[in-house]
């Protein structure tokens, strides 16, 4: 197949459900002759805006039917679409039929995402697929030599900028790229779908498993300066990261993205109902989380458990930022702030900084909604449901001749949820609804028991305290002890209760030695690994 350059465009395709600028950039391809052909609903905006279109029924001689399930697809349309002008046996063929060669194809399909994020019941969703659209969408980027497809209006408008500077026409390097953008979002389109038909079906692991997204923004780099980087929404729908506005602040870097998603998902865990929460995250890790009387007041308190970790955090809130925690935000030097909302007040504060981010996501995720989290292996995906498990106090199970107190119950049940999202192997010492010492990542229980008490040590010397947060505190393991040592570790920290999973061939030596030293200890028979 011949590469022509430059293609002019006498004739367009138009269909669109989404039809913001549809007249303005219309008009703008009737000033260059071009014809336009169109189907429903943007035949009749076209059509009642004054621009001269016509109906795609006319040009078939076939009627529209069955609901418009049935309109598009037809071969003057899709010989229109992939006819080669440069085959003698494909211009044949177009002329014998009276199939009219289009140029351009300008469509956007149906909203089956939004449908699907909107709630809406299963026949809508399925009435909400497109077909002739992808099949358009393919065909002509298939044919891309010869035909410039759009699938949005940026692209509609890169269209029409090259058309302005080369007297009506489309050049070969725009058509690849347009046509290379329009199969990405057919495969997107196709993931969202059968994503969701799987879900709907109940199917955990279906045979073919597609994931897709829209690029949200080109980041400058990746973890490290020589990685590329990009980041791309799912359509999950789901309050954060990906669906926050950015009020102020420099670029978000892959850093900051993937720091602000780990903060913002860890303070989801607890209601705001239940009181105001603050959450300091460094390199995907908490450290310091506590819950307050007011959003200020859980802030301090979450800086004071480790505020040398906190210098170029990223804090998160489950309740809406005031002026008065802003204030106290703009007094270190922060990389993002993330929260449900902001009041004005507290925004102007915020201003004074102005390389800090602030995100404002409109609302919280629901840490028990399902979902699926997806991590890249050589040829390969992992694939797995979210943690969307949770704990509550009745499934508790005490395995110490001591129950826990009231208090130390409060605490255990709050060291769990944050120490759910820290990474493995994980050790969560907390006291009066905040972190007294996080221990992460270590490839040891034992060491992680260590470094968790070892930073609170740190802490209370920078705070002058007289003793460390952990002595009267609670401990959180994401898995059970495997020995007695790790536990006994806690223990000598100040830990006087106990939450792990339990389910060891030693617990019977962990029980053992807790009834030894006094403490309580329950079993949750829930673990939580993080990688």
């Known amino acids: 197949m011949a590469q022509t350059d430059l293609v002019p465009v006498r004739r367009a395709l138009i269909s669109l459900s989404d039809k913001d600028g549809l007249v303005d950039r219309a008009r703008t391809l009737t000033e260059f002759g071009v014809e336009i052909l169109s189907t429903g609903g943007t035949l009749r905006t076209l059509r009642e805006a004054g621009v001269e279109a016509i109906d795609v029924a006319e040009m078939t001689g076939f009627p529209e039917m069955m609901d418009g399930r049935l309109k598009t697809l037809h071969p003057r349309v899709h010989g229109g679409l992939l006819g080669r002008r440069d085959l003698e046996a494909d211009r044949t063929a177009m002329e014998t039929h009276a199939i009219p060669e289009i140029d351009l194809l300008f469509v956007n399909l149906y909203p089956f995402e939004s449908t699907v994020a909107a709630g809406a019941p299963f026949d809508e969703c399925i009435e909400n697929i497109d077909i002739g659209g992808p099949a358009m969408l393919r065909a002509a980027a298939k044919n891309h030599p010869f035909v410039a497809v759009c699938v949005d209006n940026d692209d509609a408008d890169a269209v029409i900028a090259a058309m302005k500077t080369h007297d009506g026409a489309t050049p070969l390097d725009l058509r690849k790229r347009l046509a290379a953008k329009a199969y990405a979002r057919t495969g997107a389109y196709d993931a969202a779908v059968s994503s969701w038909f799987a879900g709907e079906l109940g199917e955990d692991a279906p045979d073919y498993r597609v994931f897709g997204g829209r690029r949200i923004d080109a980041l400058r780099y990746g973890e490290n300066p020589h990685q590329s980087a990009a980041f791309y929404a799912s359509g999950e729908g789901r309050p954060g990261v990906a669906s926050a506005r950015q009020i102020q602040g420099k670029a978000l870097s892959y850093n900051n993205l993937a720091d602000a998603d780990a903060a913002f998902e860890l303070a989801a865990e607890f209601d705001p109902a239940d009181g105001a929460v603050a959450v300091i995250v460094k390199h995907a890790n908490p450290c310091g989380v506590a819950r307050g009387e007011s959003v200020l007041d859980a802030y301090e308190r979450a800086f004071a458990a480790d505020p040398v970790s906190a210098f170029g955090g990223i804090v998160a809130f489950n309740q809406v930022l005031d002026a008065e925690t802003a204030n106290a935000l703009t007094k270190i030097f922060l990389e993002v702030v993330i929260a449900p909302d902001a009041d004005a007040a507290a925004l ?12 404002l996501t409109g609302g919280m995720p629901d840490a028990e909604q399902s979902g699926w989290t ?10 797995q449901a979210r943690d969307a498990g949770r704990i509550t106090e009745t499934e508790l199970t005490v395995a110490t ?19 759910k999202h820290v990474k493995s ?12 010492g996080v221990g992460m990542g270590q490839t040891s229980r034992l060491e992680a028991a260590r470094l968790a008490a070892a930073k609170a040590e740190a802490t209370a010397k920078e705070n002058g305290w007289d003793e460390p947060a952990t002595k009267g505190s609670v401990c959180a393991s994401d898995a059970f002890f495997p020995f ?28 053992e030695a807790a009834n030894e030293a006094g403490i309580a200890m329950v079993f949750t028979g829930m673990r939580h690994f993080r990688h």
């Open 348 to 359: 102007d504060v915020l201003s004074g900084k102005a390389n800090l981010r602030v995100l």
């Open 374 to 383: 997806v991590k890249s292996v050589a040829g390969g995906l992992l694939v």
């Open 401 to 419: 001749e001591r129950a826990p107190t009231e208090d130390e119950m409060r605490d255990l049940l709050f060291a769990w949820k944050v120490c």
């Open 425 to 436: 192997n994980a050790i969560v010492y907390a006291r009066g609804d905040a972190t007294a």
């Open 484 to 511: 007695p040592d790790g536990l006994l570790t806690a223990v000598e920290a100040g830990a006087t209760a106990v939450i792990q999973p339990g389910g060891s061939i030693k617990d019977e030596a962990v029980i």
